[in-house]
């Protein structure tokens, strides 16, 4: 039996096998999270990416909406400091790369280009203008990891709707509400308000409320078989999941049976300013 130490234990080959089968959606988002990382450090003096892609509330207005309405997608990607970004990819990879193994890579680069994006930064715009009567910046993937939080508790609120402490029964869907609350004061700089819309529309998300704001798989059906997407892209994840699995067609039980030969498809390789503060999160 190994003992705790070599559990724990610092496994390289694990880590490669499992950055090698990361699917595609989840590559690309990670790829312009450290992009944009990258292009800060070269600060104001080519590019200040802060200050362009932050979510700045009195930035983003009607009358400024053609050329500030980018910032409701940018900001998850914008992270201020390497401990800000490292801790965030680090929580962030393992809940968007199973979301990507549920939905799909097209689904998820959809979502997470829109709606999952833009809904939390709409929320927190009306909620810090109107409510709050203030203009912090934020920025950070934090509320996607939130996010992400809240759909994984609302799933297992349908199978598990309660969870006991002592006398009490707390709904299995408030836990990453619980969570929020706390990190926000063991986290110095974590924005509180933006990952509570994080968490809310996660929420809404996971129990189906917003299903309709998903894109309809029909379309993105069609696209992806007129492309040979599977086929073309390594690592690409297919809108239908009872057909095809996370590296191309999965062995069903009938194919089996039946002796018809299958073919492997998909990755190579045989491993498989104006702010009056600025909060990250």
């Known amino acids: 039996m190994p003992s705790p130490a070599s559990a724990l234990r610092y496994n390289p ?11 595609l959606a989840t590559r690309a988002i990670l790829l ?16 200040d990416v ?6 700045i509330p009195d930035k983003v207005t009607l009358t400024s909406w053609r050329d500030s309405v980018y910032r409701l997608s940018t ?3 914008i992270h201020a400091n390497v401990i800000h970004v490292l801790f965030n990819v680090l929580a962030l990879v393992p809940l968007l790369e199973r979301f990507e193994a549920n939905h799909g890579s097209l689904v998820t680069f959809a979502l997470f280009n829109g709606t999952l994006s833009t809904l939390p930064a709409a929320m927190y715009i009306l909620l810090e203008r109107f409510v709050w009567r203030g203009n912090s910046a934020t920025m950070g993937a934090s509320v996607w990891i ?6 994984e508790a609302a799933k297992t609120y349908k199978s598990n709707p309660y969870f006991s402490l002592g006398p009490y029964r707390i709904p299995t869907w408030s836990t990453p509400f619980i969570v929020t609350f706390l990190g926000s004061f063991l986290i110095p700089g974590a924005d509180l308000l ?10 809404l998300f996971g129990l189906g409320y917003l299903k309709f704001l998903a894109p309809p798989e029909r379309p993105l ?3 992806e078989g007129k492309l040979n997407l599977l086929g073309r892209l390594p690592h690409y994840v297919s ?3 009872k057909t095809y699995g996370r590296y191309g067609v999965l062995p069903s039980s009938a194919a089996l049976e039946a002796g018809i030969p299958l073919t492997y498809r998909g990755g190579g390789g045989g491993g498989g300013g104006g702010a009056a503060g600025t909060a990250t999160s």
Not at 13 to 23: E, G, I, K
């Open 194 to 203: 933006v990952n509570l819309c994080g968490v809310t529309v996660g929420t």
């Open 239 to 241: 809108i239908d999941q």
């Open 50 to 55: 802060v200050r362009w892609g932050a979510l």
């Open 13 to 23: 080959a694990r880590l490669r096998s499992y950055l090698y089968r990361l699917p």
């Open 221 to 223: 059906r069609w696209v």
């Open 32 to 47: 312009f999270v450290l992009i944009f990382w990258l292009a800060s450090l070269l600060g104001s003096r080519w590019w």
């Open 146 to 151: 939130c996010l992400l939080l809240a759909v």
């Open 75 to 77: 900001f998850p990607l």
